[in-house]
């Protein structure tokens, strides 16, 4: 019996050479499907944060609080001294918004791991860490959606502040960007972390208090650390370990066109630590998640 033209076009032996052209173009689906996976979860971060225009809003209110309030009320008695990367004596609200602006950095990592929280039990992440896709790369793809609108959200806070005369060189803004997305890296990172260890929203609200205040307000970002070593040296020792400081400082350095070593190996350093943590503590076989019983807390 004699086979079909159409046939003999789809069935090819292991020695014909259809083999190697399908295995090498499996092998180039694997990569594709790795960015498919990366742009499909950053796509989808993009359009919940343009679609919730409340979210982008109330983001910048707590910044252009303080800037535009308490920054006008200790504008008399906070000034700062010239010490680098200022060149003379600056003005309080000069000084505060590269703090200002990680603060938003700040929020919104741990908003992203808030939702992260709520996708890992019922959401779409769900569904992905129960998927062959590695844990590093989920982790990763949600780490650097939250990094982009976060930067997003901290240029648009350095477009408004920029009308109140800061200062700031123009090369500044772009020499900070790569400062913004190494901070937000750490800074999500943190989040990612944190949120592995709290498996209900009700308790990832008193987590974020534990967190976002203290490293906050113990840090150079609202007063600069020789003040506080005046006051306390047991202070500002905690203020000089703490890592939203250094992301502050490389973030302050990068505006005014300089560049902050130590300040850029501890912020790298902490990234990679606290990504590797919660890279295991998702490993359903290792972290936290095992525990559980898996991503859902089902039986696995």
């Not at 950053?42 to 910044?63: G, T, W």
């Not at 300040?263 to 590797?276: D, E, I, Q, R």
């Amino acid at each position: 019996m004699s086979t079909p033209v159409g046939a003999s076009a789809t069935i090819a032996s292991p020695t014909s050479p259809v083999a190697p052209r399908e295995t090498a173009h499996l092998g180039r689906l694997d990569a594709v499907g790795y960015l498919i996976c990366l742009g499909g979860i950053v796509r989808r971060e993009l359009l919940r944060f343009f679609n919730q225009k409340e979210r982008f809003f109330s983001a910048l209110v707590r910044p252009l609080v303080w800037l535009f309030i308490f920054a006008a009320g200790f504008r008399n008695t906070l000034g700062v001294s010239i010490e680098p990367p200022y060149q003379t004596y600056v003005l309080y609200e000069v000084y505060v918004v590269p703090g200002l602006a990680v603060m938003i950095q700040l929020f919104n990592g741990m908003q992203s791991s808030l939702s992260m929280v709520y996708d890992r039990e019922v959401g779409s992440m769900k569904v992905l860490l129960t998927s062959p896709y590695p844990r590093w790369l989920l982790l990763l793809a949600k780490l650097i959606a939250g990094v982009t609108v976060s930067v997003v959200q901290a240029y648009a806070f350095l477009a408004i502040a920029w009308f109140w005369d800061l200062d700031i060189p123009a090369v500044g803004y772009l020499a900070a960007l790569p400062a913004f997305i190494a901070a937000g890296l750490m800074l999500g990172s943190i989040g990612l972390l944190l949120s592995s260890m709290v498996k209900q929203l009700e308790n990832f609200a008193s987590v974020m208090n534990f967190v976002i205040f203290p490293m906050f307000f113990a840090s150079s970002a609202l007063y600069p650390l020789w003040r506080i070593r005046e006051s306390s040296e047991t202070l500002y020792w905690i203020c000089e370990c703490n890592p939203f400081t250094h992301a502050v400082q490389l973030v302050r350095f990068a505006l005014y066109g300089q560049f902050e070593p130590v300040s850029c190996a501890v912020v790298l350093g902490v990234t990679f630590a606290f990504f590797t943590l919660a890279v295991v503590a998702y490993d359903p076989g290792r972290g936290i998640m095992a525990r559980r019983g898996g991503p859902a807390g089902d039986p696995s």
